[in-house]
């Protein structure tokens, strides 16, 4: 069964480093989406992307973040100087049509050191 | 926008004994309802979702949810739940139309399966 893979799926980096997070959502997929989980937390919407742009950003998506999709099977999410406060467990989602069900990679755990 | 509670942040029960994992939601539009599971180290597993059509379904592991409009609840339910149902589970909404619709999700329960 197809499904969205991510790596690193651990990551640990010092404040104030670029890191990008990366993704390969399910190949015939339109729609993808980044989510975080804060230790202990719930899992929060960060971005959405489809048709090669930005189609919905939360609050804590600020110009720290950027989401690429370089090629037509990767999905990035970078950001550029990373804070204590980003240290989270970070989801790619994917989905195919707007009434079927996104579909989670396993998660990159970042720590910022 | 929607929001979702789920008031039980942990639930102990005992091995093979029924159990119910409590979920309400709020929106003023039409929505489509998940439930979630995350498995210790892990990333989130679909269990199962209610888009339209019965109000009773059915996931995996045994797993099935009733959708209830009046109540705006999605309760998910066990008749007998094993060790390996130790996990934390989400409850989870998304607008029903558009695209590109986020998924709102709730804080969670920890169910710990007691041997």
């Known amino acids: 069964e197809p499904e969205v893979t991510q790596t690193p799926s651990h990551q640990v980096t010092q404040m104030g480093q670029e890191v990008i997070l990366r993704c390969v959502p399910i190949s015939n997929h339109l729609y993808f989406y980044w989510y975080r989980q804060i230790l202990g937390q719930k899992v929060e919407f960060l971005v959405s992307?489809?048709?090669?742009?930005?189609?919905?950003k939360s609050e804590i998506f600020d110009d720290q973040f950027s989401v690429e999709r370089p090629d037509g099977s990767n999905f990035t999410l970078k950001i550029r100087s990373t804070k204590l406060e980003d240290s989270a467990m970070y989801f790619c989602?994917?989905?195919?049509?707007?009434?079927?069900?996104?579909?989670f990679g396993p998660g990159t755990r970042l720590l910022v050191l | 926008a929607q929001s979702v509670t789920q008031l039980d942040s942990q639930v102990p029960v005992f091995e093979e004994a029924p159990v119910e994992l409590r979920c309400n939601y709020s929106?003023?539009?039409?929505?489509?309802l998940f439930w979630y599971v995350q498995y210790p180290n892990q990333g989130l597993q679909l269990l199962l979702k209610y888009l339209s059509g019965s109000t009773l379904v059915k996931g995996i592991n045994g797993f099935e949810a009733e959708f209830n409009k009046s109540q705006t609840s999605f309760h998910l339910r066990k008749p007998s739940v094993h060790i390996s149902d130790t996990a934390e589970y989400f409850c989870a909404v998304r607008r029903n139309s558009g695209g590109y619709q986020k998924v709102t999700f709730g804080t969670g329960t920890k169910l710990q399966v007691i041997p």
């Open positions: 989602a994917s989905q195919s049509v707007p009434q079927e069900t996104q579909y």
């Open positions: 929106s003023s539009v039409s929505v489509y």
């Open positions: 992307f489809y048709n090669n742009e930005i189609s919905e």
